[in-house]
């Protein structure tokens, strides 16, 4: 099923974006994973499975979901202890340069500072300042320093899919819900979206294009250069023509 080119007739004003996987190939996957030994079976802890119940959540929230799915008994008492070990493991990853920008994301991120939108970091991740401080641009500037505000790792009362998170990043640069886009890969993320009023925008890198179409994204693409940036100003949500895609 090809993407919707014409969703959601509304007039955007800001963009928010989620940070892992869709800023950043960031090593998040790979740390849980191999903070489970001891825990679960890390052969379970699979990219779908990550995709389905842990990403896009806060930390503990996912710790106890993967545990709880993957059968163990004790995942409520056990999820701070692995929680913690998957932060240690996080923190050693990014200190190592373990991660990379997705250059596509970069791209888009000029492309609507440069078409007057505002753009907004919102990631549950805690380590995502201290990844997209170490990505540095051509220009000598950090990846970080592209958006207008960063509300990543902040404390709301729940997590994805609660919109409390893009809520926030929508106030931060009064623009009502009604007129922001959230990009995101995760379907938490893509509810959250939806729950808050705002449309939503589905990265799919993982060849997940199903799961977010599901969520409820209102387009889905498989890479950003897909988007039509201009169409944004009038309302509409929508992919470029196959030739315009494939520019740089």
Known sequence: MPPNRDAVPRMLSAVIFDVDGVLVDSPHEQAWREALAGFADPAGFTTAFYQ??????????????????????????HATAFAERKQAVINRLIAEDRFVAFPDAIRLAVALR???????????????????ARVILPDGRTLRSLFDADVSGRDVPRGKPDPGLFQLAAKTVNVPPARCLVVEDTPAGIRAAQAGGM???GIARLGDEALLRAAGADLVVTSLDQLDVAALGSGSLRTRSVEAAHEP
């Open 52 to 77: 389905a119940h842990v990403a896009g959540k806060p930390r503990l929230e996912g710790a106890r979901a993967a545990l709880e799915r993957l059968g163990d008994a004790e995942a409520a008492s």
């Open 114 to 132: 440069d078409a007057g939108l505002r753009i907004v970091l919102a990631s549950s991740s805690k380590n995502a300042d201290a990844m997209l």
């Open 199 to 201: 449309a939503s925008l």
